[in-house]
């Protein structure tokens, strides 16, 4: 981005991020898409939707919809533990069996598991058995053994998961729409899926619960997801600048994608800048969340349809943020 967005500016990105997020909506047929970004070195911030929040009502999309955030949640869940190893009362390279004395798996390798491994998902369990060891530190990823995330910090902050990010997180930052949710929320925009017969229908709704709320519960909305942003990019409130380049630090490749594994953020490369955030996909959602350290960049996708190409959305977000 350059030096200075003068008004004018602001306004032709504003305009052309409108018709970008209204293109997609046609072009991959979806029932609608919301969308927040921003430079924090601009004082520039977009926020708009378009589509359906409810097809079968015809009810219009609004920037201010709760979605099921899904795998988003897992960077809340790191910020969580990178707070308690500021306090002590955890270390990354704690063995799990240690915190939690019954094991997720029977199996003798467990003793080797750390909470890094769970965080950069190289602990080798995948639905609930080894398909390497941990020692190979190699890219498995895993929402089952992350969640196991969510139980050790009930462990060592004697708080319940969901009330230790909601009170010591969420509250914080006035993000007071959000929730890290253990039981559906009556507001959420539901998700859609299509049938066999490419029409649109409602998909089977989350199974909110305690057991999955550190890897998928994360509910929110686009102006809250910025406030998430101006932590980790400007205020640097909740964990010291230097612990939050601990988070940033790259573990493992993921060969797939072309992207590194940090503590629970995905780092992406693009246009020459580095990316940290995370993609959110359960039945009925495509969420992304990225940041960028260098530019104060933020942005946040929100789709309510299965299959949305979320990857590439955020791509183009991304370049057009960049090109003023």
Same mark, same amino acid.
């Given at each position: 981005?350059?030096?200075?967005?003068?008004?004018?500016?602001?306004?032709?990105?504003?305009? +052309?991020?409108?018709?970008?997020?209204?293109? %997609?909506?046609?072009?991959?047929?979806?029932?609608?898409?919301?969308?927040?970004?921003?430079?924090?070195?601009?004082?520039?911030?977009?926020?708009?939707?378009?589509?359906?929040?409810?097809?079968?009502? =015809?009810?219009?999309?609004?920037?201010?919809?709760?979605?099921?955030?899904?795998?988003?949640?897992?960077?809340?869940? #790191?910020?969580?533990?990178?707070?308690?190893?500021?306090?002590?009362?955890? !270390?990354?390279?704690?063995?799990?069996?240690?915190?939690?004395?019954?094991?997720?798996?029977?199996? +003798?390798?467990?003793?080797?598991?750390?909470? !890094?491994?769970?965080?950069?998902?190289?602990?080798?369990?995948?639905?609930?058995?080894?398909?390497?060891?941990?020692?190979?530190?190699?890219?498995?990823?895993?929402?089952?053994?992350?969640?196991?995330?969510? *139980?050790?910090?009930?462990?060592? #902050?004697?708080?319940? $998961?969901?009330?230790?990010?909601?009170?010591?997180?969420?509250?914080?930052?006035?993000?007071?729409?959000?929730?890290?949710?253990? *039981?559906?929320?009556?507001?959420?925009?539901?998700?859609?899926? !299509?049938?066999? !017969?490419?029409?649109?229908?409602?998909?089977?709704?989350?199974?909110?619960?305690?057991? $999955?709320?550190?890897?998928? *519960?994360? /509910? #929110?909305?686009?102006?809250?997801?910025?406030?998430?942003?101006?932590?980790?990019?400007?205020?640097? /409130?909740?964990?010291?600048?230097?612990?939050?380049?601990?988070?940033?630090?790259?573990?493992?490749?993921?060969?797939?994608?072309?992207?590194?594994? %940090?503590?629970?953020?995905? +780092?992406?490369?693009?246009?020459?800048?580095?990316?940290?955030?995370?993609?959110?996909?359960?039945?009925?959602?495509?969420?992304?969340?990225?940041?960028?350290?260098?530019?104060?960049?933020?942005? /946040?996708?929100?789709?309510?349809?299965? =299959? *949305?190409?979320?990857?590439?959305?955020?791509?183009?977000?991304?370049?057009?943020?960049?090109?003023?």
């Amino acid at each position: 981005m350059r030096n200075e967005l003068t008004p004018n500016m602001k306004n032709e990105l504003t305009a +052309k991020l409108d018709k970008y997020i209204e293109d %997609c909506v046609l072009y991959y047929d979806l029932p609608g898409l919301a969308v927040g970004a921003g430079s924090f070195v601009h004082d520039y911030e977009y926020k708009g939707a378009t589509g359906y929040r409810n097809v079968e009502a =015809k009810e219009r999309l609004t920037t201010d919809a709760i979605f099921h955030m899904a795998s988003v949640s897992k960077v809340f869940t #790191s910020t969580a533990i990178m707070m308690l190893v500021e306090q002590g009362k955890i !270390k990354l390279d704690d063995k799990m069996i240690d915190i939690l004395p019954k094991p997720s798996i029977d199996d +003798k390798r467990y003793k080797e598991v750390t909470v !890094k491994h769970v965080l950069t998902h190289t602990s080798g369990i995948f639905e609930s058995k080894f398909i390497h060891n941990p020692e190979d530190k190699r890219f498995l990823y895993s929402d089952l053994e992350f969640d196991t995330l969510g *139980t050790a910090i009930g462990v060592v #902050s004697g708080m319940p $998961f969901n009330e230790y990010v909601n009170k010591n997180i969420l509250a914080p930052l006035n993000m007071n729409d959000s929730e890290i949710a253990i *039981t559906l929320r009556p507001n959420l925009v539901p998700g859609y899926e !299509k049938d066999e !017969k490419n029409r649109m229908v409602l998909a089977e709704p989350f199974d909110y619960c305690l057991q $999955f709320a550190s890897s998928s *519960t994360l /509910t #929110s909305h686009v102006s809250d997801m910025k406030k998430f942003a101006e932590e980790v990019l400007v205020n640097k /409130t909740l964990i010291s600048p230097g612990t939050y380049e601990i988070a940033f630090t790259e573990h493992v490749p993921i060969p797939d994608i072309g992207q590194q594994m %940090c503590i629970s953020w995905f +780092k992406n490369q693009q246009a020459g800048y580095d990316l940290y955030g995370h993609i959110g996909s359960d039945p009925g959602y495509r969420i992304g969340f990225w940041c960028c350290p260098e530019l104060k960049v933020h942005f /946040t996708v929100m789709s309510n349809i299965t =299959k *949305t190409p979320i990857r590439r959305i955020c791509e183009e977000i991304f370049d057009i943020l960049i090109s003023y």
